[in-house]
């Protein structure tokens, strides 16, 4: 009966680990990031361009008929992180900006 105690605990350390592990690696998919970005413009977006990640943002370009916007959302260990702290009540959202817009909050994109 002692053995199985230390087991478990490892098992659940591990399955524990592993989710983490994955949540970490997770990118949201183009169609997710369209979703994302036009519920934040307010207006259609024609195409996801320049898609890139690090551990815990997404960076992208989205194209509208008025323009193009940098966006960013939070996605990996910070956006599993979110939803799993607001308890399933919260997902990532997008923040975009006009492409060339002066004193953003975002990390400067390529040109």
């Not at 105690?5 to 490892?10: G, H």
């Not at 690696?25 to 519920?39: A, F, H, I, N, Y």
């Not at 207006?43 to 323009?67: C, F, H, K, L, P």
């Amino acid at each position: 009966m002692h053995f199985a105690y230390p087991l478990l605990r490892t098992a659940l350390l591990g399955g524990l680990l592993l989710g983490v592990v994955a949540c970490s690696t997770v990118k949201p998919t183009e169609d997710r990031l369209r979703t994302l970005s036009e519920t934040n413009l307010g207006e259609s977006v024609t195409s996801i361009s320049n898609v890139r990640s690090d551990s815990m943002q997404t960076y992208y370009v989205a194209s509208t008929a008025s323009g193009d916007y940098n966006c960013t959302v939070p996605s990996g260990a910070s956006g599993g992180m979110m939803t799993i702290g607001s308890f399933g009540m919260m997902s990532p959202h997008a923040i975009c900006q006009p492409k060339g817009a002066k004193g953003s909050q975002l990390p400067p994109f390529a040109q």
